[in-house]
């Protein structure tokens, strides 16, 4: 059996990790104190001991407790998935979506909303974007083969996310009605609003899979800061990586996205925010960017329902005009950087 020895990182970061789970549980609370009716912190805690009026305990319990669940969720989910692939590509500029699974998953929820499915019945959409990211990452493995390269895995999963956002336009130009072409447009946008129980016990399981496939590659990716060759001499099998990473992105990201829409950048931001503050380990920076990843997806749906005056602003154009300036920052800073 061959044994795997990686480089270890002598540095610890519990203060680090102790300030991101405070900063989550905060996020938390406060998520569910935010909203068009006030709920102060007596209530909340009145509701918690059983004691709780009936209409606040409704408030609470069946409509901000599903959206601060999800919120936290989604956030773990976009932050660890970037982290992870930009450990394995071994590029600061990856995130989830350059493998095509969310532009899939989004295509798959897309076409519920478009056959009239999602009117049937309220699981229709999320079930429809987990297919559509399942059916994404069978995709990019045939198009990139047995033994993949990392740059044939990525522009498999480029033309995967072409393909399938064109097929989300179409969809969007042969609407039936206006009202089906709006529906579409503001799922798009990304949003937690409006989400019950029933979403978090069908994408919560898919997530916590995808983690669990992405978490077991720490050391693994800690061995490919030393290069292909040399992670491959400690006997890590690179396909064998890549497999895991993209199956594992695609059944958490798709979970994701088939239940919020398109939330863009968190997966970006958040590991490059966090990546000094772990020693630039990628083992240490998978859970730390799920915490950060959650946090900042939770600061970000608390802002749209306080921003937001009639109409609620959508999650998805918030993290946009965040992320966006963030990502051009960021180019010009890795252009120089190079010699």
Request: overall charge neutral.
């Amino acid at each position: 059996m061959t044994q795997h020895k990686t480089p270890k990182n002598n540095t610890q970061h519990p203060f680090l990790f102790v300030f991101l789970i405070s900063l989550m549980v905060v996020t938390f609370f406060c998520s569910l104190l935010v909203g068009s009716s006030n709920i102060g912190i007596n209530e909340l805690m009145a509701v918690i001991l059983g004691q709780g009026d009936p209409t606040t305990s409704l408030i609470l319990i069946e409509i901000r407790l599903p959206r601060a669940i999800l919120g936290m969720m989604i956030g773990v989910t976009l932050g660890l998935g970037g982290a992870a692939l930009q450990g394995f590509l071994r590029n600061p500029l990856a995130e989830p979506g350059l493998i095509g699974v969310s532009s899939a998953a989004s295509l798959g929820a897309v076409i519920t909303i478009y056959t009239g499915l999602s009117g049937l019945f309220s699981l229709a959409l999320p079930l429809g974007g987990i297919l559509g990211a399942l059916l994404a990452v069978c995709l990019i493995q045939i198009l990139a083969g047995k033994n993949s390269s990392t740059l044939r895995l990525i522009l498999a999963g480029i033309a995967v996310s072409s393909f399938a956002a064109a097929l989300t336009s179409l969809a969007l130009n042969l609407a039936p009605n206006p009202y089906v072409a709006l529906d579409i447009v503001f799922w798009l946008m990304g949003s937690i609003a409006n989400r019950s129980f029933e979403h978090v016990y069908l994408s919560v399981p898919f997530m916590v899979i995808g983690w669990s496939l992405l978490l077991i590659q720490g050391r693994a990716l800690d061995a490919l800061t030393l290069g292909e060759e040399a992670a491959h001499s400690l006997g890590f099998n690179l396909n064998q990586i890549g497999t895991f990473i993209v199956f594992g992105i695609a059944l958490s990201v798709g979970a994701a996205t088939a239940v919020s829409g398109s939330i863009g950048f968190i997966g970006l931001v958040v590991p490059h925010l966090l990546r000094r503050w772990v020693g630039h380990s990628p083992s240490a920076l998978l859970l730390a960017s799920g915490l950060g990843g959650a946090s900042l997806t939770l600061i970000a749906d608390i802002a749209v329902r306080v921003l937001s005056t009639g109409t609620e602003l959508k999650l998805g154009v918030l993290t946009a005009l965040i992320g966006a300036p963030f990502f051009l920052i960021l180019i010009m800073k890795t252009q120089k950087d190079l010699p």
